[in-house]
Every structure is written in structure tokens, then in C-alpha cells.
């Protein structure tokens, strides 16, 4: 078991959906959400996918969700700034959190958007060149979730009445907002300015070639730099699949998925050196013994354990199932009573 004890237990999903039927995806990942939250399942996190067959919206659907559950804590992992503008994303946010009654965690990254080069004429057409894909756009997201003015005007006008804040203004969100990071980097970054912080099965390659080792100096780097110090909040995110309850097809079938994946966790990838965990599959008992002795795993209370892509409904009720009643308890976890 981590140092800490798994206090927290959650899941990530993408949302997958059949492009002639988008409905019946959305709608899986819906009822997958509100499967979590009786099982006891802490926090539900969705991926971000643009221009792809999976959630595109995320705070629309984390809209959807808080209507059909009451407890659980919901998450994006994460958004993409460079497809957003901070000002009208800080107003969705606030929404949604007034609406999920202070329960959603909205996670972010920056950098340009995936393949830019072919979608920058469709989202900046006047401004492509000129638009900032730094830590600056989450800054200024920040700030405006924080209620820090966005325009010098306020009052009355005719018969309106103007806010110089966004609205409408979540006291509690700030707290709640985490930073996606793979670098020494962007850990640190997000330790100095508050935030939490994600931490996912991949990273970058520059102090080591050891993934375990990588992550574990991010988190460490992290929260030297937090004004909370080692109180700060970290989420893990591998890909872990309990067998317990599976099918013998089931097994062959995630057993495969995990096998075409593991050539890629052999050697840091491409120009930007990324390293990937190996997924993780076995009974509760081979995964818990696998993640004790993980220098990361050790140093968090809480996971985001990502659910495979590409899988039927039934296998992610299997999954989460064994994860709630098996592997989390495995881990130290209890579901609030």
C-alpha cells in the first residue's frame, strides 16, 4: 500500500461513440459515470477528444452528469487550452460547478492543439500566429475562475446589470482546478501557482529512462514548490485492469490490448523523449502488490485508473466493478459510507 493510503478512488473514461449513432456513446459513458457513484467511486474523470470520435465537450457532458448523480466528485483530464478561450471557459466551468453543487475538478494542459498545422485555419483564422500556448492561458484562466476582474466596468445599464467578474462566481473552484503534467516542468509550474496536480501513464523522458522514476521526481518536484507542501494534492493515472470477474474472453481480450501496447513502454518515444507505463492487468491482488512497490503509487492518496479504449460497455462494468469491490479495498480504500 502507498505510504499515504488510497483515500480516494477514481476512474477515467474517453467516451467513445459510433459516429452514426454519437447518442448511444454519450449516453454509455453517462451510465458509466452513475455506475461509479454507486459503487463508491470518488471522482469520474473524461478525456478531451477534438476533431475524433470521443467527448469533444466535456463540460457539457460533466453538465449531463451532475444531474444524474449527487455524490461523486466530476473531473476533465484534461482540457486542452489551446482549444479554449479562458474567459468563456472560466463562465462554463463556474456553470457547471454551481449546478453539480461544487463537485467538479476541471483539469488543464496547454500547448498547441493537436495537429495544428491542419485545424489552426478552422479555430484561429485571424490569429493563428499570434496566439499564446503557454502557462500564460492558464493563468488567465485561473485568475477569472478566481474572480479576478475581467472587464473595468460594472452596474447598471438600462435596464441591465453588469458584473466586472465572471458569473456566475464559484467561490469553492479554484481549490478544485488541476494541471495535467509530464515534465520536471510543468510539475514545478503548477506546485508555484496552486495548483493540483494530475499526473498520467505518460511523461517525458529528461532525468531518466526509468518511468517510475520520472514520475516519482515530478510529484516530489511538485510539491517542493506547493505552498502546501506535502499536503498537496496529486491523482495518479495508469491503465489497470482487474480480472477477477472476467470472462475467459474478456481476459484474451485485455491481455491482447495491453500486449499490442507494451512495445511502446520499452524506450522514451519520439523527438519529445515520452515514456509510457505498461499497463497493468492481472487479479486485484497481482495489481495491488504491483503498485505497492511503485515509488509513485507511494507518495499519492488518490488514482485515476484509466479505463481501456475501445472496449464494450460490459467490459467497463466488469472493470469498474472489480476496481470498487476488489482492488480498491486491495489498496487500503473504503468507499464513504
Known amino acids: 500500500m502507498g505510504t499515504r493510503g488510497l483515500t480516494r478512488l477514481g476512474f477515467l473514461t474517453i467516451g467513445l461513440f459510433d459516429g452514426s449513432d454519437p447518442r448511444r456513446g454519450h449516453e454509455s459513458t453517462l451510465e458509466i459515470i452513475e455506475l461509479g457513484e454507486q459503487l ?4 469520474a474523470w473524461v478525456r478531451h477528444r477534438h476533431l475524433q470520435y470521443g467527448i469533444s465537450s466535456p463540460v457539457a457532458v460533466l453538465a449531463a452528469a451532475s444531474q444524474r448523480t449527487s455524490r461523486i466528485q466530476l473531473g476533465t483530464a484534461v482540457i486542452p487550452l489551446g482549444w479554449e478561450n479562458p474567459l468563456r471557459l472560466a463562465e462554463d466551468l463556474a456553470t457547471v460547478d454551481v449546478l453539480s453543487g461544487g463537485r467538479l475538478n476541471p483539469g488543464v494542459s496547454v500547448g498547441p492543439p493537436m495537429r495544428y498545422d491542419t485545424v489552426k485555419g478552422a479555430l484561429y483564422p485571424d490569429t493563428a500566429d ?25 452596474g447598471v445599464e438600462g435596464f441591465e446589470v453588469f458584473s466586472d467578474r465572471v458569473q456566475p462566481h464559484s467561490p469553492g473552484l479554484a481549490s478544485r482546478m488541476w494541471y495535467g503534467g509530464g515534465s520536471l516542468r510543468s510539475a514545478r509550474w503548477a506546485g508555484e501557482n496552486g495548483l493540483n496536480l494530475l499526473t ?10 526509468d518511468f517510475a522514476e520520472v ?11 506547493h505552498p502546501d507542501g506535502e499536503k498537496a494534492r496529486v491523482s495518479q493515472g ?20 495491453a500486449e499490442a501496447r507494451t512495445p511502446r513502454t520499452a524506450e522514451p518515444q ?3 523523449r515520452l515514456m509510457f ?7 486485484s491482488e497481482q495489481i495491488a502488490e504491483r503498485l505497492r512497490a511503485d515509488p509513485a503509487f507511494q507518495e499519492v492518496d488518490e488514482v485515476a485508473f484509466a479505463l481501456p479504449f475501445t472496449f464494450e460497455h460490459e467490459d467497463y462494468v466488469q472493470i469498474l466493478t472489480d476496481m470498487a469491490t476488489r482492488l480498491g479495498p486491495a489498496l487500503g480504500w473504503r468507499p464513504e459510507p
Open 130 to 154: 499570434l496566439e499564446d500556448f503557454g502557462y500564460t492561458r492558464v493563468k488567465r484562466l485561473l485568475d477569472l475562475v478566481r474572480g479576478e476582474p475581467a472587464t473595468d466596468f460594472s
Open 200 to 209: 498520467s501513464n505518460v511523461v517525458k523522458a529528461e532525468e531518466s529512462a
Open 277 to 283: 507505463a505498461r499497463d497493468v492487468v492481472g487479479t
Open 215 to 225: 514520475q516519482h521526481s515530478h510529484i516530489r518536484a511538485f510539491r517542493a514548490a
Open 270 to 272: 519520439g523527438p519529445a
Open 40 to 43: 463508491g467511486f470518488d471522482r
Open 238 to 257: 495508469l491503465v489497470v485492469i482487474p480480472t477477477d470477474t472476467a470472462t475467459p474472453e474478456q481476459r484474451a481480450k485485455y491481455a491482447a490490448y
